[in-house]
């Protein structure tokens, strides 16, 4: 299922901007909110590398933007900690009437503060994520430095944040200074995981801990070392992605994947960004990508790499299967794999720099008291696996639009 821009309306009137971004099978086992940092946005790197490593596990992810930031209506100067709550509650609203009700709450920084908060007001949500979350909203104050007594004294200033410069409002202190977070987390009672660094410069680990001795279980806590606060290394995001997925499972139970409701075999999809592709094979889903000198972020194999896994798994199967058929000692079987692209020695046009020819080295490591006979006579089977013999033959491509 594809990515959809939505819009929504929140308890103000105002439409909100979101990305409902769906799992390659064909219904999600859950659905999740993206609640992002203050005054970050929907399409910050941390919360799309977060909520596709949500959607590789089956989890539909719906990220959006808060009132008056990135592609939502309405004025950030006259929104607060509490409207941002509201918003969630909005978008949660949206996923029960055009889908269903969410389950999961993901919210980082600020936004993991405001996670817990809706979390309470949100029936069916059973589990909430923070990622770098502050014990007290009011943390967020020490971002406006010198502007905070300007805005006590005039009733607002110009605050520049991440480059960017925005209007605070005295409401927005007050709003913030009468939250009690500790209250809420210990009254919370659904699942909580908490991720933060311990080299976090913006909310202190000690943020972590209190939010942690608020809540009852259940609780946990996962260590994001060596990160930022902003997780700007894709790699720190998209374990923190993976770990949330992980830990869901045991709180919200998921159905055995069914097959893939297709006529074909595999489904790739690749977005408009990178070359990061989700992959569902049958019941079984999978990444690919590119290397990072190609512009890739690495999440994966590269399609080479996954040609040489199809070729070495099929190698290895048939020769096990025959080996067992034929009762012979072979213990394991390693099968090392490259596969590079040369040009045609023999080529009859040489001139042809196009004309060009896959070559595969299958190195065998056989394990087990096998005689020499019988190594060879494997030797001769590895090459009649049936990917051997397709990616030997001149299969004909048929391309159509689904």
């Not at 194999?301 to 040609?307: A, I, K, R």
């Not at 696996?385 to 491509?397: A, R």
């Amino acid at each position: 299922m594809p990515t959809k821009s939505i819009k929504f309306t929140n308890d103000r009137g105002l439409k909100l901007s979101g990305k409902l971004e769906f799992p390659l099978t064909q219904k999600p086992e859950a659905f999740a909110i993206f609640s992002h940092v203050f005054t970050g946005s929907k399409n910050l790197n941390a919360t799309r590398n977060i909520s596709r490593s949500l959607t590789l596990q089956g989890i539909a992810v719906l990220r959006f933007d808060f009132t008056g930031l990135g592609d939502s209506e309405g004025d950030f100067a006259d929104t607060n900690f509490s409207t941002n709550v509201a918003d969630i509650k909005a978008a949660a609203n949206y996923l029960v009437e055009h889908h269903e009700a969410p389950k999961i709450i993901v919210g980082h920084s600020l936004g993991g503060a405001a996670a817990i908060f809706a979390a309470k007001e949100i029936d069916s949500v059973q589990a909430v994520a923070t990622i770098g979350a502050p014990s007290e909203p009011e943390h967020v104050t020490h971002l406006f430095g010198f502007s905070l007594q300007q805005i006590e004294e005039e009733g607002q200033a110009e605050v520049t944040i991440g480059g960017r410069t925005f209007t605070i409002k005295k409401q927005f202190i007050d709003d913030i200074r009468a939250i009690d977070l500790p209250k809420i987390t210990k009254n919370l009672n659904k699942a909580l995981l908490i991720l933060h660094s311990p080299q976090d410069g913006v909310v202190e680990i000690e943020n972590a801990a209190k939010i942690y001795h608020a809540a009852h279980h259940p609780k946990s806590f996962i260590t994001l070392d060596n990160a930022d606060h902003m997780l700007t290394d894709k790699d720190d995001a998209y374990y923190a992605g993976g770990v949330i997925a992980s830990w869901v499972r045991r709180y919200i139970p998921f159905q055995k994947p069914e097959p893939l409701r297709t006529q074909k075999q595999v489904i790739a999809k690749l977005g408009s960004q990178g070359f990061t592709t989700e992959i569902m094979a049958g019941r079984h889903g999978l990444v690919a990508d590119e290397s990072e000198q190609l512009g890739g972020n690495d999440f994966g194999p590269s399609p080479y790499e996954l040609l040489n896994s199809a070729l070495g798994a099929c190698t290895a199967m048939t020769l096990q299967m025959y080996a067992r058929r034929k009762n012979w000692p072979l213990e394991e079987v390693k099968v090392h794999l490259s596969f590079d692209r040369s040009y045609k020695e023999d080529c009859e046009n040489c001139a042809d720099e196009d004309r060009k020819i896959g070559h595969y080295e299958v190195c065998l490591e056989l394990i087990g008291d096998l005689d020499d006979e019988q190594k060879q006579r494997l030797i001769e089977i590895a090459q009649r696996c049936p990917v051997h013999k397709s990616l030997k033959s001149e299969p004909e491509f048929s391309v159509t639009l689904y």
